[in-house]
């Protein structure tokens, strides 16, 4: 069935330390897959995403990582600071039908200490 | 530019009764997506309208049910609410189809609690 698999559920690192959030996903059909950064009270906002034909895309201090053989994806985040604390999401397109639907991991949420 | 809005931002409902949540997309965006996130539960995918119609529906009973106007501002129903509908509704917009190459964005959610 459809899945999305995200680890670790917390992640507490150090302000200035890499923090890596991964994802695996059940439908080798999927390739769309973004990630969204939520704040407390607020809706999701997208930071990056990428698609099945790229590898790896970066946006500053933030990459994603695709391994489409082993079904697997990852952000990682680079010289951390306290205001990237937040809930991460991945999410993965359903199938390569048009349905709509992303599938969303259950989230990490990222502590950065001062 | 302005984001995806939604309105109210808060409610409280009674069990039973029925609550209509509205959605405006971003300016261009003719897709519009809804999503329920209940404590704990993640994101759970409920609709999808593109060009004034039902595109797709996630699991989900058919007191929920919602559309799309001309303009692709949305509104989603819930009828004879229960409990367990207590969680932030979420909408989304795309340019379109995300699948061909277009972004989805949410906004702030409309936070539902049913007593």
């Known amino acids: 069935g459809e899945n999305v698999e995200q680890h670790p559920s917390t992640l507490s690192v150090q302000e200035g330390d890499s923090a890596v959030i991964k994802c695996t996903y059940s439908d080798s059909a999927s390739n769309y897959f973004p990630w969204y950064k939520q704040e407390l009270g607020k809706g999701p906002q997208l930071i990056i995403d990428?698609?099945?034909?790229?590898g790896e895309k970066k946006d500053q201090r933030i990459a994603v990582t695709l391994n489409k053989t082993a079904k697997h994806f990852s952000l990682h985040i680079t010289e951390t600071q306290p205001e990237d604390s937040a809930v991460y999401f991945c999410a993965a397109s359903m199938s390569s039908s048009n349905t709509g639907k992303l599938i969303f991991g259950q989230g990490t949420t990222l502590q950065v200490k001062p | 530019e302005a984001g995806v809005t939604q309105s109210p931002t808060h409610l409280i409902k009674t069990r039973g009764q029925q609550v209509t949540l509205r959605c405006s997309p971003i300016?261009?965006?003719?897709?519009v997506y809804w999503y329920q996130q209940a404590l704990g539960l993640g994101l759970q995918f409920l609709l999808w309208?593109?060009?004034?119609?039902?595109?797709n529906r996630g699991n989900f009973p058919p007191r929920f049910s919602g559309r799309q106007f001309p303009n692709y501002s949305s509104e989603l129903n819930v009828n004879a609410l229960e409990l367990e509908d207590s969680a932030l509704y979420l909408c989304a917009s795309s340019l379109g189809e995300f699948l061909f190459g277009n972004t989805i964005y949410f906004g702030e959610g409309s936070w539902l609690t049913v007593v």
């Open positions: 300016s261009g965006h003719t897709s």
């Open positions: 990428i698609r099945s034909n790229v």
């Open positions: 309208y593109d060009e004034g119609e039902e595109r």
